[in-house]
């Protein structure tokens, strides 16, 4: 029997442990080792790990930086930094944060679909699960800095865009409750901008009395309003209409012109809760 102790959770370990699982999770995007280029300082690293490695050197001790360039993985520049941690620059425990912050925001803007990730994470806490680390990560007992995924989060919160919409009575109220966790809308140029991840503020009509912050979890588009009305009738609109067909002619604010020309928009969302990085202590 094979038994490594390849997993974090303890579950899995005892699951699978004739298994060797070597697939990425699905935020791995958001990991220093992840493989997504990043342009520092005039050079294109293989990652961001190395690029961090090597900026401990590259006014220090040049040759090691060299060093670190040529080397094959994220793991062979951590080695060589390590090794040579006696040559790095002096100051590096007072400026590593503000460079790490520096080469996220440049994978973030040279790399799109770490972006689009970083937003699909939606509100919920990002950490580095590193048993080692309780700078960066949190460390084995979970308790650590986690400095690493609160600057994630921080970024996160910069790259979300606000959207404002009014809403009548009943759907605000039944949005509010969780019962409604769809809103149905055309597919225009405001509405083209949303991305997952996007906070929306509703104003509850007519009164203008109430608002409630939602973040977006899904955008489906459709050509059609049965076509969008169909693909979540029994999710949410059987409660209320005998078919899909019942529903589009309710929807009579929109015009058969403006269907054709935009399509339809299914906004799925759920009531936003904001986690943001712990305090520095």
Not at 182 to 189: A, G, K, Q, T, V
Not at 200 to 213: G, N, Q, S, V, Y
Not at 244 to 250: F, H, L, R, S, T
């Amino acid at each position: 029997m094979i038994l490594l102790n390849q997993y974090r959770d303890k579950w899995l370990g005892e699951k699978f442990d004739e298994v060797i699982g070597f697939y990425t999770r699905e935020f791995y995007c958001l990991d220093n080792f992840s493989s997504f280029k990043v342009l520092y300082k005039g050079y294109l690293y293989s990652s961001l790990e190395e690029a961090y490695q090597a900026s401990k050197f590259l006014e220090a001790a040049p040759d090691i930086a060299l060093m670190i360039k040529n080397s094959y993985s994220a793991y062979e520049a951590k080695t060589i930094a390590s090794d040579n941690r006696d040559k790095q620059r002096k100051d590096w425990n007072t400026v590593k944060a503000t460079i790490m912050e520096e080469l996220l925001r440049l994978k973030l803007a040279q790399n799109p679909y770490v972006e689009r990730k970083l937003l699909q994470t939606l509100d919920y806490p990002i950490v580095e699960d590193s048993p080692q680390d309780n700078y960066w990560g949190w460390g084995q007992d979970r308790n650590g800095r986690n400095k690493l995924g609160n600057l994630w989060m921080n970024l996160r919160e910069e790259l979300r865009k606000e959207y404002h919409m009014r809403l009548d009575s009943i759907p605000f109220d039944q949005m509010d409750s969780g019962e409604k966790k769809i809103e149905y809308r055309l597919n225009d140029e405001k509405r083209q901008q949303l991305r997952i991840g996007d906070i929306i503020t509703f104003t509850k009509l007519p009164d203008k009395d109430k608002t409630l912050r939602v973040i977006v979890t899904d955008l489906k588009r459709y050509s059609t309003l049965i076509e969008m009305y169909e693909a979540s009738f029994y999710q949410y609109l059987d409660k209320y209409y005998p078919n899909p067909q019942e529903v589009a002619k309710d929807t009579s604010y929109y015009t058969d012109a403006e269907v054709k020309e935009y399509g339809c928009l299914a906004i799925h969302v759920r009531k936003f809760s904001e986690y943001t990085a712990a305090p520095e202590v």
